[in-house]
């Protein structure tokens, strides 16, 4: 879970290719990067799946 408190737009980028180590990569549900309007607070929220060695996007408040 990452909390943020700022007001800005999060992106998260899906298999970004940015970070060189796969199992520190993330993985969306669309496939696409997903970017969250920071109107306010928000948590994101994510899980670590083993058999994909990757991050999963849960979702955000």
Do not use: Q
Not at 13 to 22: D, H, K, V, Y
Not at 30 to 54: C, E, N, Q, W
């Amino acid at each position: 879970m990452i909390e943020s408190a700022l007001g800005y737009d999060v992106t998260v980028a899906n298999a970004s290719g940015a970070e060189l180590t796969p199992a520190n990569r993330i993985l969306t549900r669309t496939g696409a990067d997903v970017t969250i309007t920071g109107s306010g607070p928000i948590v994101l929220r994510f899980h670590y799946k083993g058999s994909a060695l990757r991050w999963i996007y849960d979702g955000s408040n």
